[in-house]
């Protein structure tokens, strides 16, 4: 699982030349297929062992700049699942919206309750952030988006209305270009929200819609959903069977979750990390977070 691949400052994104390290070492030591495949030799009971599927999330244009060339030159499958309410410029993705924030205030040291006192000094950034970022994960979006909106004002930053650099999404004509080129894209909503904290007719509307826009704007029938934020604790059943009746064939967790057949709506994913060694341990570890438990 991957986010973005960038060496903006503050993006948490992983450089291109580490992701060129990455691709390569999937390349040499596994099978690399589409998450298509993956699925369908799970549901054969025909999964072939060092198997693996490369997906991303969110949508951000850094995509198509570096990930996607990356991926071309390796000849390797991929799939983007896309926010589409953020490729079309209609809302902000939160996590980037607090950090355009942070990055761009008047002040670097402000109060704000319930946080008290925080620093946007560049030796207090990450902390900062993993305060906001944690209290803003414990609110709903119409909480979080106000609370967004308070912490601009305390900080003196007046946030554009449509996602500006280094938040940038990719456009559609991009996303036509690579599909043409074999992308796959899925859909991970519209807004982005924590879904179980909806109810059904909103779960349905971001379900259907995103389908919808990416099918009208591709000619792409979508066949999955990969979950917001992606815990187990922001998916329950009012999701899962959402998302069967909406014509999804499986979902993707953000988390490292058993995968199995009769399982096709929570599928688990080991997300990337910027230490190389520690990149290949979680690959070739064979277990879960489920699994772990017993080990810890």
């Avoid at 040291?109 to 906001?132: D, M, R, T, V, Y």
Wanted: proline letters at 5%; one cysteine or more.
């Amino acid at each position: 699982m991957y986010h973005r691949i960038t060496e903006a400052a503050y993006t948490s994104g992983l450089p291109p030349t580490e992701f060129e390290k990455q691709i390569n070492y999937l390349r040499n030591h596994f099978r690399v297929v589409s998450i298509e495949t993956l699925l369908h030799e799970l549901r054969t009971n025909n999964l072939q062992p060092y198997t693996i599927a490369i997906t991303f999330d969110d949508g951000h244009r850094d995509f198509y700049e570096y990930a996607w060339p990356i991926l071309k030159k390796y000849n390797l499958p991929a799939s983007l699942y896309i926010t589409t309410g953020f490729v079309n410029g209609d809302v902000w993705l939160w996590p980037d919206r607090l950090k355009y924030v942070m990055i761009n205030s008047s002040k670097k040291q402000i109060s704000i309750a319930p946080l008290g006192h925080l620093s946007f000094e560049a030796n207090k950034f990450s902390s900062s952030w993993n305060l906001l970022g944690d209290y803003c994960l414990t609110l709903t979006s119409e909480l979080r988006e106000s609370f967004i909106d308070k912490l601009a004002q305390v900080a003196v930053c007046e946030v554009p209305i449509q996602p500006a650099a280094p938040f940038l999404p990719v456009t559609w004509g991009q996303l036509k270009e690579m599909v043409a080129e074999g992308l796959d894209v899925g859909s991970h909503t519209v807004t982005h929200p924590i879904l179980s904290g909806l109810d059904y007719k909103i779960i349905t509307h971001e379900l259907t819609n995103s389908a919808h826009i990416i099918n009208r704007e591709l000619g792409y029938n979508v066949h999955g959903i990969c979950y917001p934020n992606g815990r187990l604790s922001d998916i329950n059943d009012d999701v899962i069977q959402c998302a069967a009746q909406c014509g999804y064939s499986y979902g993707l967790l953000a988390r490292n979750y058993p995968i199995a057949a009769k399982s096709q709506y929570l599928i688990g994913r080991l997300a990337t990390n910027t230490d190389f060694n520690y990149f290949k341990w979680i690959l070739n570890r064979h277990s879960t977070e489920q699994q772990q438990q017993y080990f810890n």
